[in-house]
């Protein structure tokens, strides 16, 4: 081992503890040097403190190589989404792969979804009440769309990918989104050896149900590429199996999509698999590819065998157990 790396660790609410502590005990495996600090938020952190995003912990991240985050209920907004607008984590990446033996609709999906991650309609305080109802203001800007579309061109070229679809509402809102695609063939023409296409979000939401083979990197504004990145989920069977990350120029955090949870919390029921999938993408952003593939492989190495399989996945396997699984699997590689 040659680097140390200093990790975050915000296991957050619900269900968000257990799949941390499955998460690091992996990692705890790999030939890697992590130290560890961990840092409180969420809905509890809110209880005990009054804060929901202590500033400890946002030092602690900022402070840090990498942060790994759980999950948070009810006090989302205030967590992880300010954590997101502290760091400058302007580029949020949600990979949607199809495994074996997984309620997925196709064998063969495989393709990213790139968000925006700094403004849209996921602003905070940029929502206020009026006599007649509520008014949210959405905030599309040149600077944070050309960022984060050229961002989906560089990985597209930088991961093999030979297609960016950009997705947008411009025929309905023809200001902001006009904007979006006007930028998207702007930033296109600087790489002339990838197809481009464009798609309203619609659309784009049917298209993932009928063909979503023809994906390869998405990239869209924030409220969309939430939205669609849940339906990619249910493309391949389960949330749990979704992980994230959300990157910008001087740090990154890495979060499975799902949500706390507090339906199955404490009740050794979770899927761990998008957790450990979002290390996975944390050990590729330190350059310790062969590490993530190692740990990748152990994953797909339990999922093909397909006899320990949590509930989401149509098994009745624990935390544990499939934790335990994958354990097993890397120390035979």
Excluded: W
């Excluded at 257990?18 to 961990?38: G, R």
């Amino acid at each position: 081992m040659t680097n140390k790396y200093k990790i975050a660790v915000v296991p957050g609410d619900g269900i968000g503890l257990e799949v941390m502590d499955a998460t690091i005990s992996i990692l705890n495996e790999l030939d890697v040097d992590f130290e560890y600090n961990y840092a409180d938020a969420g809905d509890e952190c809110l209880e005990k403190t009054g804060t929901a995003l202590p500033e400890k912990t946002i030092d602690t991240v900022r402070k840090s190589d990498a942060c790994l985050f759980g999950a948070a209920g009810e006090s989302a907004a205030d967590v992880i989404v300010k954590l997101r607008q502290e760091l400058k984590l302007f580029a949020n990446l949600r990979p949607v792969k199809s495994y074996p033996n997984t309620n997925s609709i196709a064998e063969n999906i495989d393709f990213i979804i790139v968000r925006e991650n700094t403004e849209g309609l996921y602003i905070a305080d940029m929502e206020e009440m009026t006599e007649d109802g509520a008014i949210a203001k959405r905030v599309i800007t040149r600077e944070a769309e050309s960022r984060i579309i050229d961002y989906a061109f560089q990985y597209a070229k930088n991961n093999n990918k030979s297609k960016v679809t950009g997705v947008h509402k411009a025929n309905v809102l023809k200001k902001s989104d006009g904007l979006f695609k006007q930028i998207f063939y702007e930033i296109a023409e600087k790489y002339p050896d990838i197809e481009k296409e464009d798609f309203y979000v619609d659309a784009t939401a049917m298209y993932l149900i009928t063909n979503p083979e023809n994906f390869e990197v998405i990239v869209t504004t924030n409220l969309f590429g939430d939205i669609l990145s849940d339906e990619g989920a249910g493309l391949v069977g389960s949330l749990g199996l979704i992980p994230s990350a959300n990157i910008g120029d001087d740090g990154a955090l890495f979060e499975p999509v799902h949500g706390s949870a507090p339906d199955i919390a404490g009740q050794n029921k979770a899927n761990p698999i998008a957790m450990m999938l979002s290390a996975v993408m944390m050990l590729r952003y330190l350059n310790e590819n062969r590490e993530a593939e190692i740990f990748e492989n152990a994953i797909l190495k339990v999922l093909e065998d397909g006899e320990i399989l949590t509930g989401d996945m149509g098994g009745n396997s624990t935390t544990k157990e499939v934790t335990e699984a994958i354990r097993t699997a890397l120390r035979g590689m």
